[in-house]
């Protein structure tokens, strides 16, 4: 049995307007694990980030999924560090799950399938590299496991939420390969990774976008 459950109206903006608020409301916190452990940069990025799809949002005044989408990941294409052209061409992939509709739960699964390869063409992160793709990996594996035994769609995403949360608090025990990160090794021992923390974000503003229940984010410190 396969999901084929087309995700509620509004799940597109509901998404990243959730993608917003959790992120800027944790950039702090982002920023403070990026000093303990990487560069600094991070907070700063994020913010620039969302402060730029939120003057898109006012110029372009999206209406469907794939629009709002596209504020998102224009945003990101106008940061830089490491973080800025990889979340946004992931964000450009997952605008690419639906065009005037939302997406459904399969096709959402297999735009954030298709952003973690990207990100992983362009980073050349393995899975346990300590970035966000320890986060991503887990949810994408979880959310096509649930597609395919046809789970609803806000049980799918709350399990692809909870892999991805515990894969990123789990990243405090690994060593950096990968970004700035990299440079300061065992230092960062302890250290949950900002962007894998980031990406769980992310995967449960999705979740809230369809079951309306608060993402948690105390984890993040
Ligand atoms: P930088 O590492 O250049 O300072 P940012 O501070 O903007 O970049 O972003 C840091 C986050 O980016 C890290 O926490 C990590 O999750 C992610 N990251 C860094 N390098 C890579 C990479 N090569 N592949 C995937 N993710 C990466
Ligand atoms: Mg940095």
């Not at 980030?49 to 990101?76: C, F, H, V």
């Not at 297999?110 to 966000?132: F, H, N, P, R, S």
């Amino acid at each position: 049995m396969t999901s084929n459950e087309t995700l509620p109206d509004g799940f597109g903006r509901d998404f990243l307007r959730g993608v917003q608020k959790h992120l800027g409301g944790a950039a702090d916190a982002l920023g403070d694990l990026d000093r303990r452990a990487g560069d600094g940069d991070f907070g700063t990025n994020v913010r620039t980030a969302l402060k730029l799809a939120t003057s898109n949002i006012e110029t372009d005044d999206p209406a469907t999924y794939r629009q709002w989408g596209t504020t998102m990941y224009m945003g990101w294409l106008g940061v830089g560090g490491t973080s800025g052209p990889l979340f946004g061409m992931f964000f450009r992939d997952l605008a690419k799950a639906a065009d005037d509709g939302e997406p459904t739960l399969a096709q959402f699964a297999e735009a954030l399938a298709a952003g973690q390869a990207t990100i992983q063409k362009y980073g050349e992160a393995e899975v346990g590299d300590k970035t966000m793709v320890d986060a991503l990996d887990p949810a994408v594996t979880a959310l096509r496991t649930a597609v395919e035994s046809g789970t609803p769609a806000g049980e799918a995403l709350a399990g692809a939420e909870k892999a991805a949360v515990e894969a990123a608090r789990a990243t405090a025990e690994t060593t950096a390969r990968r970004g700035r990160a990299s440079y300061v090794g065992d230092v960062a021992k302890g250290v949950i990774d900002p962007g894998a923390a980031a990406m769980a974000l992310v995967i449960g503003a999705a979740r809230a976008a369809v079951d309306g229940e608060e993402v948690e984010t105390a984890w993040i410190g």
